[in-house]
């Protein structure tokens, strides 16, 4: 059955042009931002023809071009000698070329200008200050990757896409690191890994492994069209779900006692 309603966390660009996007298709939306209020926030953006042609389909890019700049032209500058590296054509170009404007302006006059198209939306409803509670944060610092430490933190997980409550994960990449030198002694890749409770392991699809000595590589194993499993690869599809805070999210007592159990630390040496 169709979707007829949706929930979405976070007002932000992407919470806003996806309650749009939805309400252009008949669906229904909520949004539930935590902020009490949206106020400026961020810096410069550039919105490339890729994305200008979405907004104009939602019906913003009229008032967005009055407020932003549309440059003739992209230039790449070395930051040293201010030299030219680089130029990539813009303006009246990018229009004939990609069928959509190239234009850059500040974050704020994008969120703004999506606000009001939401407000005067009937499908769409707002909650301001409505915090969406105990989710697990999953990511460290880039919201598009997972990066998972194993137990031990010698062992890192990199997946593209992770199905819990199937137990699957999707383009998964392992990284186990020597624990003093943190070097890399083996990788090994797979196209997907299945949780097998009975083996208490993931089985591992369709991938290979290297294995390095010294920083060099010493073996590549491949498994295509085959399966392979590692004993040491214990954590469970749970595992993943718990929730890992960022350093600035912590407390005091909460960095002291991540510190600690990493062991790689004295904090009452840190001044
Ligand atoms: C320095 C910098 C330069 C950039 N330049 C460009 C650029 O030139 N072009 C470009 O396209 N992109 C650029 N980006 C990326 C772009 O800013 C982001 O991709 C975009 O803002 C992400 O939008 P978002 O809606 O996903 O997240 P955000 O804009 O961060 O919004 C997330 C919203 O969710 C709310 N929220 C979070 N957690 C909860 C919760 N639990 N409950 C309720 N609400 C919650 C937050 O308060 C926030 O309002 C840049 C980013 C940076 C940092």
């Known amino acids: 059955m169709p979707a007829k309603h949706a929930a979405i966390v976070g007002a932000g660009i992407a919470g806003l042009t996806a309650a749009l996007a939805l309400a252009r298709r008949g669906i229904s939306s909520e949004i539930f931002e935590q902020a009490p209020e949206l106020t ?35 230039q790449l500058i070395s ?17 004939a070329r990609w069928g959509a404007p190239y234009g850059v302006l500040h974050r704020s006059t994008l969120q703004q200008t999506l606000l009001d198209a939401v407000a005067n939306e009937p499908l769409c409803q707002m909650h301001l200050g409505a915090q969406i509670k105990g989710r697990p944060t999953q990511t460290y610092l880039r919201p598009d990757r997972k990066w998972i430490f194993g137990t031990g933190s010698s062992r890192i997980y990199y997946y593209k896409y992770f199905e819990p409550a199937d137990g699957v994960m999707v383009d998964v990449h392992v990284y186990e690191l020597e624990p003093n030198t943190f070097r890399l002694q083996r990788h090994v890749f797979a196209e997907r890994a299945r949780w097998e409770p009975a083996l208490n392991a993931w089985i591992f699809q369709d991938g290979w492994w290297r294995d ?60």
Not at 46 to 73: C, F, H, K, M, Y
Not at 79 to 95: E, W, Y
Not at 237 to 261: G, R, T
Request: hydrophobic fraction near 40%; proline fraction near 6%.
């Open 40 to 74: 400026e926030v961020g810096a410069g953006l550039q919105i490339s023809p890729n994305a200008s042609r979405i907004l104009a389909e939602l019906g913003v890019l009229a008032r967005l071009t009055d407020a932003w700049l549309e440059p003739d032209s992209i």
């Open 79 to 95: 930051g040293t000698s201010l030299r030219r590296l680089a130029a990539v054509p813009a303006g009246s170009f990018a229009r």
């Open 212 to 271: 390095f000595k010294n920083g060099t590589e010493s073996a590549f194993t491949p498994f295509k069209g085959q399966t392979s499993t590692f004993a040491e690869m214990k954590e469970p599809p749970s595992y993943f779900l718990k929730e890992v805070k960022q350093d600035k999210q912590m407390n005091f007592e909460e960095a002291w006692q991540h510190l600690n159990c990493q062991g790689k630390l004295d904090p009452f040496r840190i001044s």
